[in-house]
């Protein structure tokens, strides 16, 4: 702008200061942005007695858009800005309200455009855009209509402040009514609720609520704000934060259920239901007509509705995280109580009950819960208070503790382990437990996710069992993770294959048939051991397709056989995974049928793993065996051995493991139990078959004791099915 270029003032009214009365306030901040240092001082001089609502202003010196913006970012609260148009660049000042409305993100801010240029005046479309409040031409400019241009600007900002208020205030009720899963609902909404109140009635946001249960005489804090923000969630009473004076009132409001206003402020009453009441104070005078008290009654009318419904909420969140059986806090409250903890310290313990379930089915489920609830009563009790006790799901539960010592654990296992006692009766069981630290670089759902680990190890093994979680562990968890990948993989890949081991007549030395083995040749590690991957097929269900695979490729390698020696078998082994199948039996009959096998050339090797699950292996077993497939119970001695188990069993013969064979010719304890087995098995007419052999002296041995068939390298090693050909076209009896 040229030197020619500033304000020129005409004659100054006889005009005082707007002197309406309010609460005293800091000084309406107003920036002065122009390159010209005189329009600065002029501006000064002419705004230097302006006040509004006994506010003086505080006028602030920008000399370019750049240095407007240095100021604007270091003081939010600027109310208004008069602002050159034309500046270091014509479109300066026009720029620098797209920055502010825009980049800055500030729709309060009121500006006024100032141009001693009247050839660069905005048109009407850039003034609605931007919300600029005035547009004024320096030379004409006077102070009067200087003056009320500023006051109606501030008059502006003070409203859409006023309204910006409210809206936050309402923005925060409605969520803190859609939002169920927040612990402290009702504090949020009861600061909703004294944001939108102070707003209303034009005061400072100084306030509580306050909230009287029928069941309670002295009322509680839900929600505070400003200088009362200590008070919130404690009671009303010798609240440290409150002062007597306003307990009076407060108490006042609710026992005569009427609002009260004072010098110092107001206390709404919201009307009561029949289980509660409640008052909001807000501090400052408010002066109210007829009407503003007709709405301010709706109001209240509305917010104690509200207030109802967040309760419900605050229930419906309670039971987001309390265990409604028990009462402890469940997995969502126990991951919260985690998060809290910073930084993380201490021990999580969870805690398996033994065999839960069967007590479950055999006392049923009210007595189970009684045993549930009794034995979170008897946690709580043992564990010391500082320790947090969740329920995690059904028999399953957690102890958390900061103390980073575990000295604690095991006595505190020993005294969980004894019994409990419900009516007079007895309830013993025992637990076993994962252990987890909870260290800093761990998340909660990570120390959650260990001592699950470490559980779900101490159960696979030996039950209770307390096992500490460790690095070995997870690298199990993740390879099995991997070796399952891999697996899917490997069937489509053709990795897999399966090798044939004969059986061998131990009486006449004749070939019998074979044992179908499943073998895996990894693209990068090579030959995986079948003890490394089959339990990880049965764990996670890929055995079943695996299974009816295997079925078809050895029924396919049978033809074979029996083309180049009639009569020989082929034993198939058979998962407990498999035969929870209802569809199994019927599957493996199409399969064999369909490859021309009679299914009595056809064994089906079951391990004694089926005992976890007896009444339905029983039946699938006896499909088979009415589909005229033969039965064998393969490994047998290694796990849930019994004499009554052969019985119950509908099978053809058993297999003796090779952890026996293992001791022969060893102690003489060993062959003796070898020889009884043989002889109740003989008893049973049931054929025995054992495996492992590789010694001469092994072969005579069970032969002697009146095994039936023999397996091993002795005979033979597991061969791939051109091998197995050859072996059968060249096998002699020895």
Request: proline residues 4%; glycine residues 6%; aromatic residues 8%.
């Amino acid at each position: 702008m040229s030197d020619d270029d500033y304000l020129v003032f005409d004659d100054e009214p006889d005009v005082a200061g707007d002197s309406i009365p309010s609460e005293s306030a800091g000084p309406w901040k107003v920036v002065i942005v122009d390159d010209e240092e005189f329009v600065h001082k002029s501006t000064k001089l002419s705004l230097n007695h302006l006040q509004l609502d006994s506010r003086p202003l505080e006028l602030l010196s920008a000399y370019s858009a750049n240095d407007a913006k240095r100021l604007l970012r270091e003081n939010a609260d600027v109310a208004v800005i008069l602002l050159d148009v034309v500046m270091e660049e014509d479109d300066a000042g026009l720029a620098l309200v797209d920055w502010i409305r825009n980049e800055l993100d500030n729709p309060i801010i009121r500006i006024i455009l100032r141009t001693g240029q009247p050839g660069y005046a905005p048109e009407m479309e850039v003034i609605n855009r931007y919300e600029i409040n005035d547009y004024l031409a320096k030379g004409q400019l006077t102070v009067e209509r200087f003056w009320t241009s500023v006051t109606t600007a501030l008059r502006s900002y003070q409203q859409v402040c006023a309204l910006e208020q409210s809206r936050r205030g309402l923005r925060q009720v409605i969520a803190s009514s859609s939002d169920l899963m927040r612990a402290y609902g009702l504090e949020s909404f009861g600061q909703g609720v004294l944001q939108q109140i102070a707003a209303h009635l034009q005061l400072q946001t100084d306030g509580l609520f306050a909230v009287a249960e029928e069941h309670d005489e002295q009322p509680n804090v839900v929600a505070a704000t400003g200088q009362y923000a200590g008070a919130a969630l404690k009671p009303l009473e010798n609240n440290p934060f409150v002062p007597g004076t306003i307990v009076e009132a407060v108490k006042c409001c609710l026992r005569e259920k009427e609002h009260v206003f004072d010098a110092d402020g107001v206390v709404l009453f919201l009307h009561a239901s029949k289980d509660w009441a409640a008052a909001v104070r807000i501090d400052g005078k408010a002066r109210l007509d007829a009407n503003e008290l007709d709405l301010l009654e709706l109001f209240c009318s509305n917010i104690a509705l509200g207030f109802d419904n967040t309760k419900l909420f605050d229930k419906v969140s309670k039971l987001a995280f309390i265990d409604s059986l028990t009462q402890l806090p469940n997995t969502t409250s126990l991951l919260e109580r985690l998060g809290e903890q910073n930084p993380p310290a201490g021990f999580l313990l969870m805690l398996d009950v033994d065999f839960f379930h069967e007590l479950n089915e055999t006392l049923g489920y009210d007595k189970g819960n009684q045993v549930l609830q009794e034995f979170s009563l008897k946690i709580r009790n043992i564990v010391p208070e500082s320790c947090t006790v969740a329920r995690l799901h059904t028999d399953v539960f957690a102890v958390y503790s900061t103390d980073q010592s575990k000295a604690c654990i095991v006595p505190m296992l020993e005294e969980l382990a004894k019994p409990i006692f419900i009516g007079g009766e007895e309830y013993r069981f025992g637990i076993t437990s994962g252990l987890a630290e909870y260290h800093p670089g761990l998340s909660p759902h990570d120390v959650l996710r260990q001592s699950e680990i470490a559980l779900k190890k101490a159960k696979g093994s030996k039950r209770g069992r307390l096992v500490e979680f460790s690095i070995e562990l997870e690298e199990a968890i993740t390879n099995r993770g991997r070796l399952v990948h891999d697996l899917r993989g490997a069937f489509n890949r053709d990795e897999l294959r399966l090798a044939y081991q004969p059986k061998i007549n131990l009486a006449t030395r004749e070939l019998e048939g074979f044992e179908a083995l499943l073998r895996w040749q990894h693209t990068s590690r090579g030959w995986v051991s079948p003890g490394e991957f089959i339990p990880v097929t049965e764990h996670s269900g890929l055995i079943i397709d695996f299974g009816e695979w295997i079925i078809d490729e050895a029924c396919k390698a049978l033809v074979k056989f029996q083309k180049s020696l009639a009569n020989l078998h082929l034993a198939i082994n058979v998962s407990p995974v498999q035969l929870r199948e209802s569809t199994f039996p019927k599957k493996m009959l199409a399969i064999v049928e369909r490859n021309g096998i009679s299914p009595t050339s056809v064994i089906a090797e079951v391990t004694e793993g089926i005992a976890a699950d007896e009444e339905r292996a029983i039946f699938a077993l006896d499909t088979l065996r009415d589909k005229k497939f033969s039965v064998s119970l393969d490994d047998f001695g290694t796990g849930y051995s019994s004499m009554s188990y052969l019985m119950q069993l509908p099978i053809n013969s058993i297999k003796i493991d090779r952890a026996f064979v293992r001791e022969i010719p060893g102690t003489e304890a060993t062959v003796k139990i070898l020889e009884s087995i043989i002889k109740i098995a003989g008893a049973l007419n049931l054929d025995v078959v054992v495996e492992g052999l590789e010694t001469d002296r092994q072969v005579k041995i069970v032969s002697d004791l009146g095994a039936t068939t023999g397996q091993g390298y002795y005979f033979a090693k597991p061969m791939f099915l051109d091998e197995a050909l050859e072996f059968i076209a060249a096998y002699r009896p020895l």
